[in-house]
């Protein structure tokens, strides 16, 4: 299966804050054995959200939508969804009393425009959060599997936590799972770790890939979990060929 992740918030696409939701959900979509495929973000406007989910819906079975499940006026993900899907949002009366006992538990009281809050698609399944207001919902469009997840990353990993990740186990129970292996080198030309590591690796069928970031190259192999110890040997070969130049500690990780 194929996963497309469509992040929302001007915050995002302003260069405010980094979209690190579709890293996140990426790795722990591609350890469940799901191809992360597409990652759009888009900023807090109708056009650009329906564009990004209609782009999503024509690469990938499943989509996952992040941010945009506020009290404010911007917020206004699930409306659009509920368009794209030609769905009508109907309120949920439990959603609401939910929240208004996590506001009581604060010491705060639910404002009217958080009712919106509680509004879902019609037939959207709600995924309760347990670390926030905003209750994530399921649904499925057309032959697409949806998930639309509030935006804040703690928030994203206590719903997957409390059972999405469960919800894709059962649709690939039996699904190749992959381990992505790693190399960090230092003082080493990416050409010229990529010819090594090539030279070694052809003919077996191993994906890779190679990131440079200076004065670092992280070479990157994906690997079924089952064949790891067939490739044993592959992987041995790489740590000598590589050896003088590792560093397993580097000062940074970013692009």
Not at 13 to 38: E, H, P, R
Not at 118 to 135: D, V
Not at 208 to 236: M, N
Request: with cysteine; proline share 5%; aromatic share 8%.
């Amino acid at each position: 299966m194929r996963g497309s992740v469509v992040a929302i918030g001007t915050e995002l696409t302003s260069g405010q804050i980094i979209n690190s939701n579709a890293a996140k959900l990426s790795a722990a979509l591609t350890s469940l054995g799901v191809d992360s495929v597409f990652h759009i973000t888009v900023p807090d406007d109708h056009g650009a959200i329906l564009h990004a989910l209609r782009s999503a819906e024509l690469v990938s079975e499943l989509i996952f939508v992040t941010g945009g499940l506020g009290p404010t006026t911007d917020d206004f993900t699930r409306d659009v969804v509920a368009a794209w899907a030609g769905l009508p949002l109907y309120f949920d009366d439990s959603a609401w009393a939910r929240l208004i006992k996590k506001l009581e538990l604060r010491g705060r009281v639910a404002s009217n425009s958080q009712k919106q809050q509680c509004s879902f698609p019609q037939g959207a399944m709600i995924l309760e959060n347990p670390k926030g207001t905003a209750e994530a919902f399921f649904l499925r469009v057309r032959d697409r599997r949806v998930w639309v997840l509030p935006g804040p990353p703690l928030e994203i990993e206590a719903i997957w936590d409390a059972g999405v990740r469960k919800m894709i186990e059962q649709l690939i129970p039996d699904g190749p799972k992959y381990e992505l292996l790693s190399w960090i080198c230092k003082d080493k030309a990416e050409s010229e770790i990529g010819d090594l590591v090539e030279s070694i690796v052809r003919g077996t069928g191993l994906r890779t890939g190679y990131r440079c970031f200076k004065p670092y190259v992280e070479v990157k192999i994906w690997c079924l979990r089952s064949d790891l110890p067939k490739h044993s040997a592959q992987f041995d070969r790489i740590n000598d060929a590589l050896k003088n130049w590792l560093d397993p500690k580097p000062t940074t990780s970013s692009d």
